[in-house]
């Protein structure tokens, strides 16, 4: 190879071929160009194989996920029971305090039995006894109990999330994770603040973590909780993967007159979680956003195709024609029910959330919001049918989408067995009355009067991007500072479209009054520029219809159900609602506590506020 001059005098670059190329001149040539052509060759297909693998998967379509739900026959797995742990110690006729060291695990779960193992990441004393959902643990009011939880997590998710949201993410890798207990009055440090995640072994914390072992009183009324994931902005894909577990604070002295069914036969949880799985039985959640330019994955609600109970899609139970207490959790991310009896056997209500109603409500239907418990008693007894399902109406987005179909409409299946001589006598009952302290809402005790106000706000598509409380981010500091031992009065404004489960930490609260906003578009327009409920003159557009509170949920509770287009009063009482007395800790140290959406996916983008106790 050389220079030549071309005609227009600019240097040209020519092979310079011999003048008479010998046989191995011509062998030597030949075999450059095969190696060169295998060269190319071999680049392409590397160059093909590396776009095979940076393309976009096939999208999972809701026709994909519904087939495979589809293909799973109903009722065919037992309803399993999670394992539990005693929260205290028995010595010489009293109740001691213990300590429980519980880990978070990934290991594969079967759903049902068609479908192929799940990865998911679970609670349990170890890998090998880890469960979904988690234990259930049995505290005792009045025994402090001390757990020490342990993150021992691989480095990677196995489900997509967003960091266009706030979100935990460690410098270093692994799943970040935080636990709050649900509904439990405890200290702020052990309340299991967004800001306190942690990976695994510790290895990175986050800004608001001060320590491993959380500490839980269990001075509040006896009734039932739930533990469950809280890291910032991947609350939704830690429970979709199964950090959730029950927790149940006895009290003899109330519980035992009472006499409802009880012992492992008879006094059951039924904690209900929608879920969608994949064709190799893993757990679907959407890996693109409904704005994907604004949030990559993030998407407003999740819902899934097949309903599970106890960590089985569909189970049944056989059951005796006698009476049976459920503690009924609500644990999906998004999805509201509205559960019915087949049959139309009633259910008995005795309590909503944490607390027992002040009477039991004999109800055909119960409304279940995420994060919602309602314990009930049902009286098989009384069926003249040998089955009874389990059945869901609620729309879904809540309460004007789609009605539940096929799959969705059905829980699981009691199988009714018949009267057994060998059986021993039901002598629980139904109590006339449970406690008095349930419908006591001390509104002339009031010490302060606030607006909180529930935003939406949507791209130029219309599309949701993202959700506030009063305009502001979770990172703005606390408005909502209430006195350590006060009770308040808070009006919430629902401005958006959906029905909001506003839950609370710490506090316990009611809700006395839904009424209906008149002219809401201009009522909405004052807000969106100011802010302000009492410059935007809420009291002349909170005239409409007052909507009634279902009788069972007229209890001290901590998931509230916000009606869209409304503004719902609740008093709110930050002390114990049994005996009126102030919490036997700082309930003003740091991190503080927060209250926000229990719609997950609204959670995390960020409907979320600081609540911050004063001395």
Known sequence: ??????????????????????????????????????????????????????????????????????????????????????????????????????GMYQKTWKFHRDLPPTPVFVYGTSAAAATFPGPTIIARHGVPLSVTW??????????????????????????????????????????????????????????KWTQATYSYPNVQPPGNLWYHDHALGLTRANLLAGLLGSYVIEKPSVDDPLQLPSGDEYDLHLIIADRSFNVDGSLFMNSTGNNPSIHPQWQPEYFGEAITVNGKAWPYLNVKRRKYRFRILNSSNARYFRLALSNNLPFDVIGSDSSYLSSPVKTPAIILAPAEIADVVIDFSQSTATSAELINDAPLPYPTGTVPGALDGKVMKFIILPCNQSDPPDNSTVPPKCVPYAGSTATGDVT?????????????????????????????????????????????INLTNDNHPLHIHLGMFQ?????????????????????????????????????????????????????????????????????????????????????????????????????????
């Open 150 to 207: 342990e993150n021992n997590l691989p480095d990677r998710h196995i489900l997509p999330f967003d960091l266009t949201v706030p979100t935990a993410n460690p410098v270093s890798g692994g799943v970040p994770t935080v636990v709050h207990l649900h509904g439990s009055v405890h200290p702020p440090q052990s309340d299991g603040s967004a800001f306190a995640w942690f990976t695994a072994g510790f290895r990175e914390v986050g800004p």
């Open 511 to 615: 809700a006395i009054k839904v009424q209906e906003l008149v002219d809401q578009a201009t009522f909405k327009s004052c807000m969106t520029l100011q802010n302000d409920a009492v410059k935007c003159n809420v009291t002349a557009h909170a005239v409409g219809k007052v909507l009634p509170t279902a009788d069972y949920e007229k209890t001290w509770k901590n998931v509230v159900k916000i009606e869209p287009g409304c503004m719902t009063t609740v008093v709110v009482a930050f002390k114990l609602v049994d005996t009126n007395q102030t919490y036997p800790f700082d309930a003003s140290a740091e991190p503080g506590y927060v209250y926000h959406c229990h719609i997950l996916d609204h959670e995390d983008n960020a409907m979320i506020r600081p609540l911050k106790l004063l001395p």
């Open 1 to 102: 190879m050389g220079l030549a001059n071309s005609s227009s005098g600019h240097a040209r670059l020519v092979w310079m071929q011999p003048s008479n190329p010998t046989t191995q001149t011509l062998a030597v040539r030949f075999s450059m160009r095969i190696k060169l052509r295998l060269v190319l060759l071999l680049l392409l297909l590397q160059l093909v194989a590396l776009a095979a693998a940076q393309a976009p998967p096939s999208p999972v379509t809701k026709q994909i996920l519904q087939k495979v739900a589809g293909s799973l026959q109903m009722y065919v797995d037992p309803l399993p029971q999670m394992p539990k742990i005693v929260g205290y110690s028995t010595q010489r006729g009293g109740t001691a305090s213990v300590s429980l060291t519980i």
């Open 448 to 492: 302060k009067t606030r607006y909180i106000t529930m935003y939406e706000y949507q791209s130029d598509a219309g599309t949701p991007t993202h959700l506030y409380i009063n305009g502001l981010r979770f990172e703005d500091p606390a408005t909502e500072t209430p006195k350590s031992g006060t009770t308040e009065l808070w009006h919430v």
